[in-house]
T-cell receptor
Framework: GAGVSQSPRYKVAKRGQDVALRCDPI?????LFWYQQALGQGPEFLTY????????KSGLPSDRFFAERPEGSVSTLKIQRTQQEDSAVYLC???????????????FGNGTRLTVT | KNEVEQSPQNLTAQEGEFITINCSYS?????LHWLQQHPGGGIVSLFM???GKKKHGRLIATINIQEKHSSLHITASHPRDSAVYIC???????????FGKGTKLSVIP
């Protein structure tokens, strides 16, 4: 596709419900990042994939958060037993080269706004 | 503690004004991003720079590595420039971006 696509754009979940957020990166992009952006804050790193390998998940806030990218393209961020503090915009970004760098800018999706009630 | 600080947090300007947004960081970096985020949530990369100055249309970004400071300037501001502008840095040798909290710009006709 022309850009990074995320779905759904908006998700309302009841506390305790499981949710799955999808990211379609730009075709051929090796690196994929997930970020969490709370209201009025800058995005914060969640996890990083290089192709299908999850090389860094240090930013995942709890074991209720799980991400995968099984074929090295589409990625899914899953949140189990959602809590109100999970309410945020979840952003996906991809980059052509491993790790992302000065020579290969990040391309961001429009995000999924999750509201947990 | 946020390693990337932006100022001001909010900025309202009249159409046509010259605008400056500042970013200071406390760690060694390999590069700095200026990003634009519209109310719909999507983020667009405006500039990535590691030294000097870059210009694109009415936008100018500068960075002073020694002072750990960068500025984003908008000349002849327009209401369509209204957005949140975010500064983000790549730590030296790191692929992780550390983001500032953003500066919300409103340009009034």
């Amino acid at each position: 596709g022309a850009g990074v696509s995320q779905s759904p754009r908006y998700k309302v979940a009841k506390r305790g419900q499981d949710v799955a957020l999808r990211c379609d990166p730009i075709s051929g992009h090796v690196s994929l990042f997930w970020y969490q952006q709370a209201l009025g804050q800058g995005p914060e790193f969640l996890t990083y994939f290089q192709n299908e390998a999850q090389l860094d998940k240090s930013g995942l806030p709890s074991d209720r958060f799980f991400a995968e990218r099984p074929e090295g393209s589409v990625s899914t961020l899953k949140i189990q037993r959602t809590q109100q503090e999970d309410s945020a915009v979840y952003l996906c970004a991809s980059s052509l080269v491993p790790g992302g760098s000065y020579n290969s800018p990040l391309h961001f999706g429009n995000g999924t706004r999750l509201t947990v009630t | 503690k946020n390693e990337v600080e932006q100022s001001p947090q909010n900025l309202t300007a009249q159409e046509g004004e010259f605008i400056t947004i500042n970013c200071s960081y406390s760690v060694g970096i390999s590069a700095l991003h200026w990003l634009q985020q519209h109310p719909g949530g999507g983020i667009v990369s405006l500039f990535m720079l590691s030294s000097g100055k870059k210009k694109h249309g009415r936008l100018i970004a500068t960075i002073n590595i020694q002072e750990k400071h960068s500025s984003l300037h908008i000349t002849a501001s327009h209401p369509r420039d209204s957005a949140v502008y975010i500064c983000a840095v790549y730590g030296a040798g790191s692929y992780q971006l550390t983001f500032g909290k953003g500066t919300k710009l409103s340009v009034i006709p």
